[in-house]
């Protein structure tokens, strides 16, 4: 039986305040937002008619998290920076013999809501952890948001968690570049156990190939032109072309 979502809030504000000395106000004004407590199932969520899965999009602030998701769900590239609170997406993948509620959470890039983003893992099936090849101190960062999503899941799952490392901004001038993709493929693979993708917002196909593959490790899989119908708290991704045919959504992907 699922706990209630307050329970769990309550649960790690505890855990969060023994590990500090002091507890930030700011954070404590956030950790009841509505949108960071839906119900949510270990992994995928049969209790319903419909199969749910949610995407932890974890890293630092400027990485380009917001970017990935929209790029993914929308088709769009976004230039202008704004700071994520916690953005909720939710999009249904219509596959042959299966109909499923796709959730993508955009987290903060900022260490201002630790309890939003102990509660985001707690409560996340798959997780994308992003970082920018042109900022070294990105990479240190998605390392600790693995072990920070390993600490809180580890002893929740006992099956392998659905997650991939994504290099974003591949497409920056060599001499701009900090993190190079052999090393830090090598880390993740080695160290980490898990997978690495470099892409650049600019580009669908890489970003597509990101989602696909996080997607087929949590055992959803899709082909790379599938039509996904968006619903977003977001009005920047609402457009007639989100609302396909059936017909079409069902034929885009084989099991």
């Known amino acids: 039986m699922t706990s209630d979502p307050s329970d769990d809030l309550r649960s790690l504000t505890l855990q969060e305040n023994r590990r500090r000395t002091s507890t930030n106000p700011t954070s404590r004004r956030h950790q009841h937002r509505p949108n960071s407590q839906p119900k949510r199932a270990a992994t995928i969520d049969h209790e319903g008619p419909e199969e749910k899965l949610r995407i932890v999009v974890l890293g630092a602030t400027k990485v380009g998290k917001t970017c990935l998701c929209q790029q993914f769900l929308a088709e769009k590239f976004v230039i202008e920076h704004k700071e994520t609170v ?5 999009a ?19 260490d201002e809501f630790p309890v939003m983003r102990r ?11 992003v970082y920018a090849v042109n ?6 960062i998605a390392q600790r948001m693995y072990q ?9 799952v006992s099956a392998p968690l659905p997650m991939i490392f994504v290099g974003n901004k591949s497409d920056v001038d060599l001499t701009r570049r900090e993190i190079d993709r052999d090393h830090a493929e090598a880390i993740v693979r080695e160290q980490w156990s898990s997978h690495l993708i470099e892409t650049t917002c600019r580009e669908r196909e890489s970003v597509y190939k990101a989602f696909h593959l996080l997607l087929h490790l949590a055992n959803i899989n899709m082909t790379l ?3 996904i119908t968006r619903r ?3 009005p920047n991704l609402s457009s007639n072309k989100d609302q396909r045919t059936t017909n079409k959504r069902q034929s885009c992907a084989q099991q």
């Open 86 to 90: 916690d953005e909720m997406y939710s």
């Open 135 to 140: 900022d070294a101190s990105s990479f240190d």
């Open 225 to 227: 032109n599938c039509d």
């Open 119 to 129: 509660l985001a893992i707690a409560r996340g099936d798959a997780f994308l952890i």
């Open 232 to 234: 977003s708290s977001d």
């Open 92 to 110: 249904e993948l219509a596959l042959v013999d299966r109909h499923i509620i796709l959730e993508i959470l955009d987290t903060a890039g900022i």
């Open 148 to 156: 920070l999503v390993l600490e809180i899941k580890g002893d929740l």
